[in-house]
Every structure is written in structure tokens, then in C-alpha cells.
């Protein structure tokens, strides 16, 4: 059995232990309440590929770093997993809307363009986790049932790198107005940003409209990965209420296709 469907089985034991028994819960299974404006970090994992099952760090590809990096794994589902669980410079706030946000700018020099394009060759994937969920890119299914199904991570690059749209669905009580997350989605994209001058404390880009931060019409243009070549990495992120309670927040996951 290979490390991710042993990952997809232990998820699938902790869900059926949670629901046999409400009173007990394995560590980092127990369900979060956030209130609105709660910091939300976001963890980075490996980067995976099933063309060639070799797993790599996150870090190894030249993505923007927080000042130091550190081992993140912080409870029992996310050590199971056996995986390089780090921090990252990716933080919501919860239940509050960003639009083209500005993470940090890159040069890539040789070595860096050439790790981009060989890791886009051989399909590998970003693997993200929020609230010990995993990030997964939603995908219509084909066979005309009124469902969707998740793919696991985004890959690194369609021949470009991308800028992010993330979004978290939440189950919120309505009696506390506190919040869980059940779900976190991204739509990878590919951007070629432009700014006048870089300011490394309050960084704008002039693709973004400065008022509504949203894209310019026409400014859609893709990031090419070459040496010298300049990577501005962005990302939205939006929240959507959802049905799904916390206890079945691994459902939809669990229906993925494993490649």
C-alpha cells in the first residue's frame, strides 16, 4: 500500500472512531471553533508526484519562506502522516474575504528555473493543510452526477507557476456564531505580475486594480519559469458557508481518485 492511501485509511479510522464514540477524540481530530478574524496558518507539506513516487520538500523549489522555517507537525494526524509538515507565510483571518494579496518576489536563477521545470514536468503536486485538512483542487465530475470530487494538491505549473485562489467552506453554529472548518479548496492560476517600484514592507502590483484589489481586464498574461525571470507570488482567499457538519468534513476527500 503506498503512503497515500495508508494516509487516506488512517483519516478514514479516525472519522469512523469520532462518530462511534462523541465523547472521545484522538489528538488533532478534535473539531476547532473559530470566531471571525481568528488567525488561520496555513502548513506546507511535501511535494509529490505520482510519475515518479519521489517526494521532495516543499522548500526545495524556490516558493516564498517565512523567516525561519520550522517543523509544524503539531498533533497525532499530521505525525501519522510521516510527512515534512513546516510552516508557511500563508495566514487568513477568518470569515474575512483578501483579494491579490502580494507574499513575497523571487528571482530565479538557473538552478531555480531548471527545479521549476523539471518539477512541472514530472506532474508534481503542492500539498497544503488547514486545520489538519489537506488542500485539494475541485474538479466537476464527467459522468453526469450532480457531485463534485477533489484532486489532491495542485501541481506546480501548467509550463508556468501559479498565483492562488484559495477557499474555505465553514459550518457555523448559530447560536455562538463561532465557526469550523469542513473544507479548503484552491484554484491554481497563472500570473505574470507587473509593479513600478517594490516595496518589500507594503508590496503592490500594478495588475491589481489598488482600490478593489481585483485582477486588471487583460492583465491575466502567464508566468513563464526561466533564469532571470522575476515570480511574484499572490493569492486571494474566500470563505463559503457551508451544510457539511465537522464530522463529515472528511467525505468528500475520502471519494478522491488516487492517481
Not at 82 to 100: A, H, K, L, P
Not at 103 to 108: A, G, I, Q, T
Not at 138 to 145: A, H, K, N, T
Not at 149 to 173: C, I, L, P, Q, W
Request: aromatic residues 12%.
Amino acid at each position: 500500500m503506498d503512503r497515500g492511501r495508508r494516509w487516506v485509511w488512517l483519516s478514514a479510522i479516525f472519522i469512523s472512531l469520532l462518530s462511534s464514540a462523541h465523547s472521545f477524540y484522538l489528538p488533532g481530530v478534535a473539531p476547532r471553533d473559530f470566531q471571525t478574524g481568528d488567525p488561520l496558518n496555513i502548513k506546507v507539506n511535501k511535494l509529490s508526484s505520482t510519475k515518479t513516487q519521489l517526494p521532495y520538500d516543499y522548500y526545495f523549489l524556490k516558493y516564498c519562506r517565512p523567516t525561519k522555517i520550522l517543523n509544524s507537525a503539531e498533533n497525532l494526524g499530521e505525525v501519522l502522516r510521516g510527512d515534512r509538515i513546516e510552516n508557511s507565510v500563508y495566514t487568513f483571518q477568518m470569515r474575512q474575504e483578501q483579494s491579490c494579496q502580494v507574499v513575497c518576489k523571487e528571482k530565479l536563477d538557473a538552478e531555480s528555473a531548471k527545479n521549476f521545470k523539471e518539477k512541472i514536468d514530472d506532474e508534481y503536486r503542492v500539498n497544503m493543510i488547514l486545520d489538519n485538512l489537506p488542500v485539494a483542487v475541485l474538479r466537476q465530475r464527467r459522468d453526469g452526477i450532480q457531485s463534485t470530487t477533489y484532486e489532491h494538491g495542485f501541481r506546480v505549473g501548467f509550463k508556468g507557476n501559479y498565483a492562488g485562489s484559495f477557499r474555505v467552506m465553514y459550518h457555523k453554529d448559530p447560536e455562538t456564531d463561532t465557526a469550523r472548518i469542513v473544507g479548503f479548496e484552491v484554484t491554481p492560476n497563472s500570473i505574470n505580475h507587473e509593479y513600478k517600484e517594490w516595496d518589500d514592507k507594503n508590496p503592490q502590483v500594478t495588475t491589481c486594480n489598488e482600490n478593489t484589489k481585483n485582477l486588471v481586464p487583460g492583465s491575466t498574461v502567464p508566468q513563464e519559469v526561466d533564469t532571470d525571470e522575476e515570480v511574484v507570488f499572490t493569492y486571494d482567499v474566500s470563505f463559503k458557508e457551508s451544510d457539511v457538519k465537522w464530522a463529515s468534513r472528511w467525505d468528500t476527500y475520502l471519494l478522491m481518485n488516487d492517481d
